[in-house]
């Protein structure tokens, strides 16, 4: 950073706990590894105000990033911290993606205070989530069950099924374990038996395009193996017009090299449809050639009869 630059970097975020734990964490890490102070502007957000309707309903998850974005416009903030699955695949004009953290656990857990797994519901049990994805795997793992929409933040979320609103819950590992709240999770899906979003579990720090210095600094917080798997991901989501009100999982772990994509696509207007499956391999060296791969994803799901699914959804 120069000597022109402002002492304080302001990071904007939400003011739920999971998303003040993980401002805190870029403000203390930026003051661990880059010596620059930061300091948090606690904005809340239209999704964070609406909850009587699911996000698919009232303009998707971009809802929750759009108020910190003006932020960064308007001089406010100079950083905003997000969980990446809630970031739109396209960003306005003006900003980026500056670094995407090393990701915590990516999978999805099933939270219940009477039941050790989703094999042990009885028939018919009441199930929470809003997330289509979540729904249409549900439904695909078992058709007998009812689904019911949960929202809120993560506390409001665990205190409705303590008070005895559902049979079990479904949340993000990730969140859980960030709240210290790891023991609620009484058993975590199988990457392939219930495919998580596109960035779930990672963090993404979005700047102005034009903020250089800062882009610059936060290049030494980029994981590579999370960078590339995220923007494989976010690929499928882009190619196939991704929003909340389509219900795709994506999920790509990148080894010695080598990336597995795992994708499926469900029916948000009729979720006993069967799911879309693919499951693609190949050598990752940069930003292109990951996104290639979420591409030929996208393209195979969209052979096995994806398009109509999409219409499907977009007419529900």
Same mark, same amino acid.
């Given at each position: 950073?120069?000597?022109?630059?402002?002492?304080?970097?302001?990071?904007?975020?939400?003011?739920?706990?999971?998303?003040?734990?993980?401002?805190?964490?870029?403000? *203390?890490?930026?003051?661990?590894?880059?010596?620059?102070?930061?300091?948090?502007? $606690?904005?809340?957000?239209?999704?964070?105000?609406?909850? *009587?309707?699911?996000?698919?309903?009232?303009? $998707? @998850?971009?809802?929750?990033?759009?108020?910190?974005?003006?932020? &960064?416009?308007?001089?406010?903030?100079?950083?905003?911290?997000?969980?990446? @699955? +809630?970031?739109?695949?396209?960003?306005?004009? $003006? /900003?980026?993606?500056?670094?995407?953290?090393?990701?915590? +656990?990516?999978?999805?857990? /099933?939270?219940?205070?009477?039941?050790?797994?989703?094999?042990?519901?009885?028939?018919?049990?009441?199930?929470?989530?809003?997330?289509?994805?979540?729904?249409?795997?549900? @439904?695909?793992?078992?058709? *007998? =069950?009812?689904?019911?929409?949960?929202?809120?933040?993560?506390?409001?979320?665990?205190?409705?099924?303590?008070?005895?609103?559902?049979?079990?819950?479904?949340?993000?590992?990730?969140?859980? @374990?960030?709240?210290?709240? $790891?023991?609620?999770?009484?058993?975590? /899906?199988?990457?392939?038996?219930?495919?998580?979003?596109?960035?779930?579990?990672?963090?993404?720090?979005?700047?102005?395009?034009? +903020?250089?210095?800062?882009?610059?600094?936060?290049?030494? /917080?980029?994981?590579?193996?999370?960078? &590339?798997?995220?923007?494989?991901?976010?690929?499928?989501?882009?190619?196939?017009?991704?929003?909340?009100?389509?219900?795709?999982?994506?999920?790509?772990?990148?080894?010695?090299?080598?990336?597995?994509?795992?994708?499926?696509?469900?029916?948000?207007?009729?979720?006993?449809?069967? &799911?879309?499956?693919?499951?693609?391999?190949?050598?990752?060296? *940069?930003?292109?050639?990951?996104?290639? =791969?979420?591409?030929?994803?996208?393209?195979?799901?969209?052979?096995?009869?994806? +398009?109509?699914?999409?219409?499907?959804?977009?007419?529900?």
């Amino acid at each position: 950073m120069n000597s022109s630059q402002p002492d304080t970097v302001v990071i904007a975020t939400r003011e739920s706990r999971l998303a003040l734990w993980q401002a805190e964490h870029v403000r *203390d890490r930026l003051a661990a590894e880059l010596s620059l102070k930061a300091e948090l502007l $606690g904005m809340t957000t239209r999704g964070d105000q609406i909850l *009587d309707r699911s996000l698919s309903k009232v303009g $998707g @998850k971009g809802l929750f990033v759009k108020e910190l974005e003006t932020a &960064l416009e308007d001089g406010r903030a100079r950083l905003a911290v997000h969980s990446l @699955k +809630d970031v739109p695949m396209d960003l306005p004009a $003006g /900003f980026v993606l500056a670094a995407i953290l090393e990701r915590e +656990d990516p999978r999805d857990a /099933f939270v219940s205070s009477r039941y050790e797994d989703v094999d042990a519901l009885p028939q018919g049990a009441c199930v929470g989530t809003s997330s289509l994805r979540r729904v249409v795997q549900l @439904k695909a793992l078992r058709p *007998d =069950l009812r689904i019911e929409p949960l929202r809120g933040n993560l506390d409001t979320r665990l205190r409705k099924l303590d008070e005895g609103g559902y049979d079990a819950i479904v949340l993000a590992a990730a969140g859980l @374990k960030r709240l210290g709240l $790891g023991e609620r999770i009484r058993a975590v /899906f199988n990457e392939q038996r219930m495919i998580p979003a596109a960035g779930q579990g990672a963090l993404g720090l979005e700047v102005r395009e034009d +903020d250089a210095a800062l882009r610059q600094a936060l290049q030494a /917080f980029i994981h590579t193996p999370t960078w &590339l798997a995220t923007h494989a991901e976010r690929a499928v989501s882009r190619a196939l017009g991704g929003s909340c009100s389509v219900p795709l999982a994506a999920h790509a772990v990148v080894t010695a090299g080598q990336m597995q994509l795992d994708v499926a696509l469900g029916n948000a207007a009729d979720p006993s449809q069967p &799911l879309l499956r693919a499951r693609l391999s190949g050598p990752v060296a *940069d930003t292109a050639t990951a996104e290639a =791969l979420g591409q030929a994803a996208a393209a195979q799901l969209r052979q096995q009869g994806g +398009d109509a699914y999409l219409a499907a959804g977009a007419a529900a």
